[in-house]
């Protein structure tokens, strides 16, 4: 069964340096998101995209957040300057005429 | 706002009982609703989905959507220890698909 793909599974970085997450999503699917899931806590809307452009966002996708779709297999949320706070597990998914499903999350670690 | 509410949980019910969980959405446009289990530190994985009124089953699981009243619910039957996870309902519109907090459930020998 087709799978939606994430690298890198870890993620450590230092507060204000740039990371760029990556996902493969399914690919015949045409909607693409990114949520968010701080330990211990619900899974956050961030973002959708779809035919190339920011679909939906949530408030918590502010300036500092960024997604692309630089060919036609990847797509990825980039954040500018991370924080403490961005620490979390951060799930890619997409949907098509199959249900949305999931990656298998990066857990970005900021310190 | 957009929100997707699941009663709070924890739920602790005997192997082979009746799991119910629930879950009410705010979005009247909603229109695709989903429940995924979670393990701690792992993907959601989706159980069920769910887009016109009325039941759909699956083996030991049964999904109810009711759009007039904005609710949809989750049935276990046969409940088994190895279905102790969070239980995730999400629903939404294509492009805004949200989540509830999570329901517990634990299920006891």
């Known amino acids: 069964e087709p799978e939606v793909t994430q690298t890198p599974s870890h993620q450590v970085t230092q507060m204000g340096q740039e990371v760029i997450l990556r996902c493969v999503p399914i690919?015949?699917?045409?909607?693409f998101y990114w949520y968010r899931q701080i330990l211990g806590q619900k899974v956050e809307f961030l973002v959708s995209?779809?035919?190339?452009?920011?679909?939906?966002k949530s408030e918590i996708f502010d300036d500092q957040f960024s997604v692309e779709r630089p060919d036609g297999s990847n797509f990825t949320l980039k954040i500018r300057s991370t924080k403490l706070e961005d620490s979390a597990m951060y799930f890619c998914?997409?949907?098509?005429?199959?249900?949305?499903?999931f990656g298998n999350g990066t857990r970005l670690t900021v310190t | 706002q957009k929100e997707v509410e699941q009663n709070s949980g924890p739920l602790s019910v005997p192997e082979g009982a009746i799991a119910s969980l629930n879950c009410t959405y705010s979005?009247?446009?909603?229109?695709?609703f989903f429940w995924y289990r979670q393990y701690s530190g792992k993907s959601p994985e989706l159980i069920m989905f769910?887009?016109?009124?009325g039941d759909k089953e699956d083996g030991r699981f049964t999904a109810q959507l009711n759009k007039a009243s904005q609710y949809v619910s989750l049935l276990i039957r046969d409940s088994q220890p190895s279905d102790s996870a969070t239980y995730l309902c999400?629903?939404?519109?294509?492009?805004?698909?949200?989540f509830g907090a999570g329901t517990r459930l634990t299920v006891k020998p």
């Open positions: 998914a997409s949907i098509g005429e199959s249900p949305l499903h």
């Open positions: 690919s015949n699917h045409l909607y």
């Open positions: 995209f779809y035919n190339n452009e920011i679909s939906e």
């Open positions: 979005d009247r446009g909603s229109q695709s």
């Open positions: 769910i887009y016109s009124n």
């Open positions: 999400a629903g939404g519109r294509r492009d805004d698909m949200r």
